[in-house]
């Protein structure tokens, strides 16, 4: 699947986005070259980042982390500041000095999108925005990613949810996932397949059965970084912004749509076991409201 109808060359840095398609994604530029600028060899950021590439060398795709490996990349991730991310440190006490209409914290350091949406823009005032349930489907204001860095191996962005969004119900084959909320309040809701389950064709699609794993609300800066492998730890999972959130995510590898590791979105069906969780999950088209817009990423580069 291609990216609005531009050839695979230039739609490739999308692979991050893989659980975006065409139609969500409003407005968006070729990438640079992964030397995007000045780079911090000392930060945070770019030592996670090292660390990460020498555990995707030595994962497959399938393959799930070591736990050694989930804990070196848990702790560098979680020890990256705010502020090489190129947030303020004072967002983490107040997330609703993001602009609810654009998804860019207020301050000149801050990522800011850039978006040509043809969709109308969400009301700004604060009892609208606070409430977390824009009043129709089309005021939905959309996500913001924020592209740091993608090759063949991996991928690592920021996700920028404003209140009352949700990054729908969609798996990750065959991918180790690191998932950190920087700021703001998250709730999470993530499946994994029941053992010894089949897949069941239907008018809709496949559908299979699902064991609810994790359905948490998280608040930052106490939240641990979440972790995904291609068969545990909530493969297929949900993303709902109760407050202005952001959320660093490490994909090992990116999604590949060529060789046939593209996303699927769910939706939940029958309810087979309440005691256990367990229900249906059906394949679904991507939500009509879920839109997402690139924003320009302003905190410190990494350098392969």
């Not at 297929?236 to 994909?251: M, N, Q, R, S």
């Amino acid at each position: 699947m291609l990216m609005s109808g531009l050839p695979l060359s230039r739609s490739l840095p999308f692979r991050a986005l893989r659980c975006i398609s065409a139609r969500s994604v409003q407005c968006f530029y070729k990438w640079p070259q992964q030397k995007m600028g000045a780079s911090s060899g000392n930060s945070h950021l770019q030592r996670f980042f090292e660390q990460a590439r020498v555990e995707s060398m030595a994962c497959g795709r399938g393959d799930a982390l070591k736990q050694g490996a989930v804990a070196s990349l848990c702790n560098l991730m979680r020890s990256i500041p705010l502020e090489e991310l190129g947030y303020a440190a004072s967002i983490v006490q107040d997330p609703w000095s993001l602009d609810p209409g654009s998804s860019s914290p207020g301050s000149s350091t801050a990522s800011s999108p850039s978006s040509t949406s043809r969709s109308p823009s969400p009301s700004s005032s604060p009892s609208s925005s606070r409430s977390g349930s824009p009043s129709s489907p089309s005021r939905v204001p959309p996500v913001t990613f924020l592209h740091i860095y993608e090759d063949d191996l991996m991928t690592v962005g920021i996700f920028q949810l404003p209140a009352g969004t949700r990054i729908p119900l969609h798996n990750h084959p065959g991918m180790n996932v690191l998932s950190r909320l920087l700021w703001g309040t998250l709730h999470v809701k993530a499946y994994d397949w029941v053992p010894g389950s089949r897949e069941a064709e239907g008018p809709e699609g496949m559908s299979r059965a699902a064991q609810l794993v994790m359905d948490s609300t998280l608040t930052a800066p106490h939240a641990e970084p979440l972790v995904l492998y291609p068969d545990a730890g909530g493969n297929k999972h949900e993303f709902t912004a109760l407050t202005p959130c952001a959320v660093l995510d490490l994909l090992l590898p990116p999604y590949a749509p060529p060789d046939g590791w593209d996303c699927t979105y769910y939706q939940e069906g029958d309810v087979l076991d309440p005691q256990r969780g367990v229900v249906i999950l059906q394949e679904c088209e991507e939500p009509e409201t879920f839109r997402v817009v690139q924003g320009k990423y302003r905190g410190v580069q990494v350098a392969a």
